[in-house]
């Protein structure tokens, strides 16, 4: 069942009861309007802070971290319009560190994505069965609600289907250049 905004629980309660695995499945071309000034310091110097044990990393790091040290697999995939936008560059500089952190990254440009069924928004999927999804405006901002969370099979079945289907076709990070 779908539950309303005030009973949503938060990402990291949901990541520290995963057991097995924790994907998120990002198909927009910009989040720029939630960024809290990384993007904006890329724009103007072409510095993207990717060192893992930085204080921009801190808190990630640390879930992503115990996440990884009890065995949860975390995956990210990433649908992306090329040529890429300036936001898509700025994550893709970024990413060294999701990777050094410990998820597993791929890229899917977003041409070899029309034959697959996507759900309508960004998701984390939590051992395939609590499905939090992600909502923004137009410009990348947060929207409102920010999140909403379900955890009915058929949702999970969609969205595990949808990010295995953009896994099998995606580019590892460390091949997919912007």
């Not at 938060?10 to 924790?22: G, K, N, P």
């Amino acid at each position: 069942m779908t539950q309303n905004a005030s009973k949503v629980p938060d990402f990291a309660s949901l990541l520290e009861s995963a057991q097995h695995s924790a994907v998120h499945l990002e198909m927009r071309d910009t989040y720029a309007g939630q960024d809290s000034g990384g993007f904006a310091e890329y724009l103007r110097s072409g510095f993207a802070d990717n060192d893992p044990g930085s204080q921009h990393w801190s808190r990630w790091g640390s879930m992503v971290r115990a996440a990884t040290g009890r065995g949860v697999v975390m995956r990210r995939a990433r649908i992306v319009s090329e040529p890429v936008t300036d936001y898509i560059r700025y994550e893709h500089a970024l990413t060294v560190a999701n990777v050094a952190l410990g998820e597993q990254v791929r890229w899917l440009p977003r041409r070899a994505s029309a034959e697959i069924a996507l759900p309508g928004t960004d998701f984390w999927l939590f051992d395939g069965a609590a499905v939090l999804f992600n909502h923004f405006t137009g410009d990348g901002a947060w929207a409102d609600p920010r999140l909403t969370f379900t955890d009915d099979p058929a949702v999970a079945k969609l969205c595990a289907s949808a990010f295995d289907a953009v896994w099998e076709r995606g580019i590892d990070h460390n091949k997919y250049t912007v």
